[in-house]
Every structure is written in C-alpha cells, then in structure tokens.
C-alpha cells in the first residue's frame, strides 16, 4: 500500500506542477496588470501544494519527519479573487483559459477526493482531503466566471435568447 501511496503523490506532483505551468502562462498571456497578479497567486498556490506533496512524500518514504499539516493553509473561500477586470469586449481568450482552468481543477478535485478516501495513512488521507478542498474552491471560483463569460460571449454572437 505503501508504494501505491507514494505513486498517488507522484502523480498529484505532476498535476500540480502542470497547474502551476498552466497558471503563470494565463499571468503571462493577460495584458490587465490586475488579473495577471491573480493568476500568479494561483500559481504560487499550486507551487505550495507541490511543497506539501514533496514533503509528505519525503516522510512516508522515511526520508523525512512527520508533515506538520498545521503548516499547510486552509483552502480559500470560493470568492477570493475579484475578476471584475477581466476583458468582457473579448472574453474568448478568458473563455479558453478557464475552460482549461475548470478541466485541470475537476480532475485535480475528484482525484484527491479518491486518494483521500482510499488510503490508510491518515497523514496523506488528511492532506489530500485539504487538497481536495483547494482545489474544489479554484473550481467553483472559475466555474461561476465562467458562467459569466460564456454569458456575455453568447450574447455577443447574438446566440442569448432575448
């Protein structure tokens, strides 16, 4: 079990570095000084999580003393970043950076929820449920932006029912 333990955090490592990667190259592609800080805060957030992961995977593979989950920051609530700067004239882009977003989000949740249910070390069940809740928090936060953003293209294509 041990060694399906550790597999299972190597492979939440590649997620979140892939998340990581994901979210400085939206911070790169965004011109409004505002929401390229938000997406570089997401991307720090990822960065922490490798951390954790890192670390957790260091003590289970007896390399390193026990995780201190006190150290590990409780989720955010699902409004902690105010996207009202995004460009609404042209959401098409934030479209395709959230649709991605949403993607990798959904994956990472469901994963973490699967892990932290299946596993008999309560230290990973313990941070992977905290994890799950990360990630579920960027879900809903991007999700509801989302909404919006398909909303206002809709109605720019002329597709809005009204």
Known sequence: MKKETLGFIKQAIISEIEGYEFYRMAAN??????IKKTFLELAEEE??????LQDLHEQLDGKAKKLDLEMVDPPPSPDFFDW???????????????????????????????????????????????????????????????????????SQQGFAPF
């Open 29 to 34: 592609q965004s011109e409004d000084a505002d």
């Open 47 to 52: 960065r922490k999580h490798v951390v954790w």
């Open 84 to 154: 009202s700067k995004l460009d609404r004239e042209n959401p098409k882009t934030m479209l395709s950076v959230f649709g991605i977003a949403l993607q990798l989000e959904k994956a990472s949740f469901e994963f973490y929820h699967k892990v932290a249910e299946s596993s008999e070390d309560e230290t990973t069940k313990q941070l992977f449920s905290i994890l799950e809740a990360w990630e579920r928090a960027h879900y809903d936060t991007f999700n509801k932006e989302y909404q919006s953003l398909q909303d206002d293209w809709w």
